[in-house]
């Protein structure tokens, strides 16, 4: 799901303190950049980039020197990321059309491919990531960020609206074919596909009652794939009074819970030393 799609929510009851889905999901992702090791004059590949957000935190982390290249197959979605790269002036980001399943050598080298939200949607991830790899200088990078739904959500006692909203999002994806345990099975499919693993690790998005959270924006946004995977119907979603009731039952409950599970993984193709 796109970021613009989070952005267009409006909560009805403004919270005490706001944590946004989309903050936090962009700091993970800044700090598994970094610690994987992406900085001044990289020349970096953004798989499955969509709209470019992940291109656009990487072009501050590579600078002018650096070079950014976008590969995505939704033609939409690379409009709008090449529009936003016009307006903010940046001539080191490159979007181009592609199945990141058949990604050539030849587009290379890289010194490192990223992604975010990508992995879980491959029919053939480990063929997929030997692609990628062998886009690579020897010796480059592989950073993936992927949401895992294995132990979402997670909390103390029962939250039923949550827990059924997070079960409509978890079986459509599951419908259209995702792997929704993608961050316990990315280091094996990494170390499948010839890379070193050099890092695992996982974060949590923890709800209090009173923080933001676009869980309506993302219901409204997936509801043509929600009623068309037959995992809920338009009555039972009831879209015009979701956000009151799940604000009520957060309310009402109390609670602190899990609402969704960040893993950020990086491996290394062999070669010169790091
Ligand atoms: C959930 S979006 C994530 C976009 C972006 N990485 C982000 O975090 O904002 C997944 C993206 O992967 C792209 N994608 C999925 N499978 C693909 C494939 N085989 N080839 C190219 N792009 C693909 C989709 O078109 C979509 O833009």
């Known amino acids: 799901m796109s970021n613009e799609a989070l952005r267009g929510e409006k909560t009805i009851q403004e919270p005490a303190h706001k944590v946004s889905l989309i903050d936090s999901v962009d700091e993970m992702t ?5 610690d994987a090791g992406i900085g001044p004059g990289m020349r970096v590949l953004d798989v499955g980039c969509g709209s470019g957000d992940v291109s656009l935190l990487l072009a501050k982390l590579v600078g002018k020197d650096g070079k950014i290249t976008g590969i ?12 936003r790269v016009r307006k903010l002036h940046l001539s080191n980001i490159t979007f181009i059309k592609g199945d990141i399943c058949a990604i050539s050598p030849g587009l290379g080298p890289f010194d490192a491919a990223v992604g975010r939200r990508v992995i879980t949607y491959l029919p053939e991830p480990v063929d997929a990531i030997r692609k990628i790899a062998a886009a690579l200088r020897p010796g ?40 929704i345990h993608i961050g316990f099975n990315l280091p094996l499919l990494f170390e499948q596909a010839g890379l070193t693993l050099e890092h695992v690790r996982a974060e949590a998005i923890i709800q209090t009652p009173r923080t933001q959270y676009p ?14 995977a037959g995992v809920a119907t338009e009555e039972e979603i009831d879209l015009e009074t979701l956000e009151q009731r799940l604000f009520d039952e957060r309310t009402k409950a109390n609670l602190v819970y899990v609402s969704d599970m960040v893993f950020t993984v990086w491996a290394r193709k062999s070669g010169i030393p790091k």
């Open 140 to 179: 480059g990078v592989v950073a993936f960020v992927e949401h895992d739904a294995t132990m979402v959500p997670g909390r103390l006692k029962p939250l039923p609206l949550q827990e059924q909203v997070s079960t409509w999002i978890r079986k459509t994806i599951e419908y259209e074919g995702a792997d």
């Open 30 to 34: 800044v700090r598994l950049l970094v």
């Open 72 to 83: 995505d197959r939704d033609g939409p979605s690379l409009e709008i990321a090449r529009e």
């Open 215 to 228: 869980t309506v924006a993302i219901i409204r946004a997936m509801f043509p794939r929600i009623i068309k």
